[in-house]
């Protein structure tokens, strides 16, 4: 195993699913606001689950989004 490739390779899948999830969520949000369905002040429980079948790997994070 090259740990450089690896490496190289799990910072360019995490920089997408960053950059991809942040922009799913701020369209989500302003989806929710037009629709009236928040208010802009609340504070929404997520949760991120990371799969790699190849290593049999389920991993659940979860965190919060703060809007106000």
């Known amino acids: 195993m ?8 799990i910072r360019k899948f995490l920089k997408v699913v960053g950059v991809s999830s942040q922009r799913e969520i701020e369209q989500a949000v302003a989806q929710a606001l037009r629709a009236g369905s928040i208010q802009g002040g609340e504070t929404l429980p997520a949760t991120m689950t990371l799969e790699v079948a190849g290593l049999q790997l389920q991993v659940k994070f979860d965190g919060e989004i703060k809007l106000a």
Do not use: I
Not at 2 to 9: K, P, Q, T, W, Y
């Open 2 to 9: 090259d740990d450089e490739v690896f490496n190289l390779s």
